[in-house]
């Protein structure tokens, strides 16, 4: 399934700007087009449309959230093979290998966290389990565990 972009669009293009793999064309300040056989259903769009103008899969109009809220890859290193997967299909060049020079040592590593846009790429990729996204920090905990004491 596939976001889609509502009749509110008013062609800002922050959507087109956060997708991972350019589903999403227009012309500034018109109407924007996302390409259903393209888009991987990652939500990016939604997150950073300012204008309700962006359905989710099931219809429900997605809401914007701060870019500081979303998602970020965490890297389990004890897991992490080194494979390069995550690194290689990250399309903003977010995660890069440290410990290089050192091939048995070598692990994936989040260098540039402002350029993620939480599409959840890099966790399908990771074969191994070594990452998973997750909210930042300071983000309140999900309600069901706000209740467990």
Do not use: H
Not at 5 to 19: H, R
Not at 122 to 133: M, P, Q, S, T, W
């Amino acid at each position: 399934m596939a976001y889609f972009i509502n009749d509110k669009c008013v062609g800002c293009s922050a959507c087109e700007t956060v997708c991972p793999v350019t589903a999403i064309t227009g012309v500034k300040k018109e109407f924007y087009f996302i390409d259903p056989k393209i888009c991987i259903d990652c939500g990016a769009c939604g997150r950073a449309c300012p204008y309700d103008a962006i359905f989710d899969t099931y219809g429900s109009t997605a809401e914007k959230v701060r870019r500081t809220e979303w998602a970020k890859p965490v890297i389990q290193e004890e897991i992490c093979s080194g494979c390069r997967y995550c690194v290689d299909i990250c399309p903003f060049e977010c995660l890069s290998m440290v410990n290089e020079d050192t091939p048995w040592a070598a692990i994936a590593s989040l260098t540039n966290p402002k350029a993620c846009v939480s599409c959840y790429l890099c966790e399908a990729a990771c074969d191994k389990g070594a990452i998973v996204l997750r909210p930042p920090d300071n983000i309140a905990p999900p309600a069901a565990a706000r209740f467990q004491r």
